[in-house]
DNA sequence: GTGGTCTAGACCACC
DNA sequence: GTGGTCTAGACCACA
């Protein structure tokens, strides 16, 4: 589903978040289908348990996941539609912080879109649908 | 010089430093000139002293500034090199980091091409009139 | 670990690093070991625990310790190398320094080396039986 | 006589002291001579005329040189006995903690023996009279 | 005037 | 529990 990196400067429980926000929004996850435990993604992603709970209850608190008695947690019916809008507006905000940081020091977006574009041509001709 | 963001969630020494290396990178201080005092700098962002001590620390490990005893703080010869290059591996990294998320979450990178491609059309239409 | 010396005009947090950076060389700290928290090395040399963070902060800077949020700070695994060769960088360049403001004194670096052999065999004779 | 590194970690009165010090501890200068009015070393040193009046203030005060009236500063008539033993001493203690350094960081006293008979072997041969 | 160090104490996020 | 950040205020050395 997704790795954690131990390393990075984003907490883990915000990687665990992204990660399963991510997954739906792509489709690996699909409405009604079952995620882990919160004992099976820790031993799964090796973290503290405490950890993927703070993660769930976020999910949940979204409206993202949702809590069946007994049963355990579930991808809710409009979660893909949710983790959509929410990885879409997330990313473009990150982008437009990012083109502002780079206006400050002098970088032209022209450098910020030129590197978008080698990266398209580099590495994965297959996402390139339109 | 710039602005500081108290609502932000990057740290306002980590904006002061970051603050320092644009204008350095974008030519608004050339090697040589002072830059304002500790305690100058901390009335002009309305910040502590110490904060302000602790980025202007973390700039000169990184050889942007130099101090002379009693004197003040001086832009160091090759900081303009420094920090456009700092400016730039650190605006690119994040840049890929954003690629690798947004693809994560199944958005192609062409929607952040034309994102970036909207953002400059709107700021500045001298170079793409509408 | 290391003690520290109030009356030295080596800063506190100086001491620190230089301490750690040592224990490090000499082999009593490993690579993956913890090291003392914050509050309980500033507890265990008596100084207050922003002294230590800054240390700390030096040192991770440096790659000698990695934290790991929540969790307390780790020996990194290239510690030993970068430790050994810090230490030994930093006693060679305070000799030569010391070589030269001898000479400049007109004092021959024979007695640097003489001073050095005594010191040799009072403090330990099983080198240089007396 | 000597000259000032503005880059270096030693106060700049602090090397204007140790530099007339090691001059007069060599035999550069002479007992009786004169040495540069304040204004002149200032002018001759390039630094400010208070920073050469507070090292001259510490030469006085150690009986190094001594004003007469009018007539301007001279070397004392003890003064190459002073500095002598001053510079020898200082010398010394710095390299007493230098090993001590070394010993922590698990560097053998046989290092520092062997760099300094590099140091002497290579640079100049005209300095090993014994 | 300058920067550097240290202390004390608060608040926060993360695990 | 952990480290990270920030504030407030003190003291010192240097130029």
Same mark, same amino acid.
């Not at 990196?5 to 997954?23: L, M, T």
């Not at 348990?49 to 947690?73: F, H, S």
């Given at each position: 589903?997704?790795?954690?990196?131990? &390393?990075?400067?984003?907490?883990?429980?915000?990687? =665990?978040?992204?990660?399963?926000?991510?997954?739906?929004?792509?489709?690996? %996850?699909?409405?009604?289908?079952?995620?882990?435990?919160? *004992?099976?993604?820790?031993?799964?992603?090796?973290?503290?348990? &405490?950890?993927?709970?703070?993660?769930?209850?976020?999910?949940? *608190?979204?409206?993202? =996941?949702?809590?069946?008695?007994?049963?355990?947690?579930?991808?809710?019916?409009?979660?893909?539609?949710? %983790?959509?809008?929410? *990885?879409?507006?997330?990313?473009?905000?990150?982008? &437009?912080?990012?083109?502002?940081?780079?206006?400050?020091?002098?970088?032209?977006?022209?450098?910020?879109?030129?590197? =978008?574009?080698?990266?398209?041509?580099?590495?994965?001709?297959?996402?390139?649908?339109?």
């Amino acid at each position: 589903m997704f790795r954690i990196d131990a &390393n990075s400067d984003v907490p883990v429980f915000q990687q =665990i978040v992204d990660g399963v926000k991510s997954a739906i929004a792509r489709g690996a %996850c699909r409405p009604g289908e079952a995620i882990p435990s919160v *004992r099976g993604m820790a031993a799964e992603v090796l973290v503290n348990p &405490n950890t993927v709970a703070k993660a769930y209850r976020d999910l949940e *608190r979204e409206g993202v =996941i949702q809590t069946q008695r007994g049963k355990g947690l579930f991808v809710s019916p409009d979660a893909p539609e949710l %983790c959509r809008e929410d *990885r879409r507006n997330t990313v473009l905000r990150k982008l &437009n912080a990012l083109i502002a940081e780079a206006q400050a020091a002098g970088i032209p977006a022209s450098e910020l879109a030129k590197a =978008i574009g080698e990266e398209r041509a580099s590495d994965h001709e297959q996402t390139e649908p339109e």
